[in-house]
């Protein structure tokens, strides 16, 4: 309303992880501490008459004593299936309660937390789950931080916590080296750990959208960002996603797709060896709707000086599956090798600088709260931690 914020202006946009207030803790020790505070919450609820007959074993178990985890691996092994068995036990045992019992905030945890890591043979019979899917319980004092890394070798990060997504616009080139270029933070999203930025992205413009905000002429974003639909709706919506598309998938031999000219419009492509595709089907996934295309060059193939490099073996020819926006995506591939690309990018880097900000002066990097609804208190701190950064 003041104009601080000019109208389809440009902006950029970045991640950065938030560590939340809780331990990071094994299978086992998540477990044996959801059923201490699940027994704790029922002991407020429940007198001793009311109490099942195995009570006094389990209270004594997970909540009286602790686990040394220095035992044998076999031993530990041994207490994670006992505490499965434990709790499938006590589930059971609680469905013939009051549902003001039964329903509680622990024993809700309690009972996803079983789902999560647990897979039941028959009614006594339990056996850990080996692998988890995304998404589990890695604490229950916050159900909600989830496990997330990012990065390869010895610069990857790992965490449990929280995924915040800065917004901020870019100010216009001031006149001289006194004046300073007025930027603001635009909008910060909380998200899940595991969320991808993409669905940031989504988040981001659909709650600058609320707030009265239009979206930006320009957004400038890392390769996290950009993808072949994300690059079409932009173009489609009348504004720019920049930044860098992340390259196709390259076997250790071999042809990949950037090495065609395809032209999904046209259903065309052409091949490293300047043969065009003789075939080409549109293909439809009945679960997601997703479309994508099939090239073939099935005549062109049999005396190729290239089908080596290009075919694989047991193949007849070469086939090229790709997206129905994959134009987009081999544009944008293009174009960022160029120098005029690699320059503009550079408006990009400024966000770091205000991360480093956020984290260093004011605290963004750690969380402050922990418990129910973590990402209403998460999000409030994080806003409140933005607006000291402009006072």
Not at 45 to 71: G, H, T
Not at 162 to 187: C, D, H, M, W
Not at 324 to 340: F, G, I
Request: hydrophobic share 35%.
């Amino acid at each position: 309303q003041e104009g601080l914020v000019a109208k389809r202006g440009r902006q950029r946009l970045d991640s950065t992880h938030v560590v939340g207030l809780v331990a990071c803790i094994s299978s086992l020790e998540c477990m044996r501490e959801t059923l201490r505070l699940a027994l704790e919450e029922l002991a407020a609820k429940l007198s001793e008459a009311e109490r099942a007959e195995f009570w006094p074993e389990l209270w004594e178990r997970y909540v009286e004593n602790k686990l040394d985890y220095k035992s044998p691996e076999t031993v530990l092994k041994q207490k994670q299936t006992q505490a499965g068995e434990d709790c499938c036990r006590l589930l059971q045992w609680l469905e013939a309660l009051a549902v003001s019992v039964r329903e509680g905030r622990q024993v809700g945890i309690l009972r996803r937390v079983f789902a999560e890591r647990y897979s039941v043979k028959d009614a006594r019979r339990v056996q850990p789950v080996k692998v988890h899917e995304p998404g589990v319980v890695q604490n229950p004092h916050d159900p909600e931080a989830q496990w997330s890394a990012k990065g390869h070798g010895k610069a990857k990060k790992e965490w449990v916590g929280y995924k915040v997504q800065v917004a901020e616009s870019i100010g216009a080139e001031p006149q001289s080296k006194s004046q300073g270029q007025r930027n603001f933070l635009t909008s910060l999203i909380t998200q899940s750990a595991i969320e991808s930025d993409e669905a940031g992205l989504a988040a981001t413009l659909a709650k600058q959208s609320a707030l009265g905000l239009e979206a930006p002429s320009a957004l400038y974003t890392d390769g996290a960002y950009v993808s072949a639909e994300g690059l079409a709706q932009a173009q489609a919506e009348g504004r720019e996603l920049v930044g860098p598309a992340q390259p196709s998938p390259r076997k250790a031999t071999g042809f990949c797709s950037e090495d065609f000219e395809v032209c999904v419009e046209e259903r065309r492509a052409i091949c490293p060896a300047g043969k065009e595709n003789t075939q080409c089907s549109r293909l439809e996934q009945k679960e997601t709707g997703a479309v994508s295309y099939r090239f073939e060059w099935s005549t062109h193939c049999h005396d190729c000086r290239l089908r080596e490099q290009c075919v694989g073996a047991g193949q007849k020819h070469r086939t090229l599956v790709v997206g129905e926006h994959h134009s987009h995506l081999q544009a944008r591939r293009r174009e960022q090798k160029t120098d005029a690309f690699r320059q503009r990018m550079k408006v990009r880097n400024g966000i770091e600088g205000t991360q480093s900000e956020l984290v260093r002066a004011h605290g963004l990097r750690r969380s402050r709260y922990r418990g129910w609804r973590y990402l209403v208190r998460h999000h409030l701190q994080c806003c409140r931690r933005a607006t000291l950064r402009g006072v």
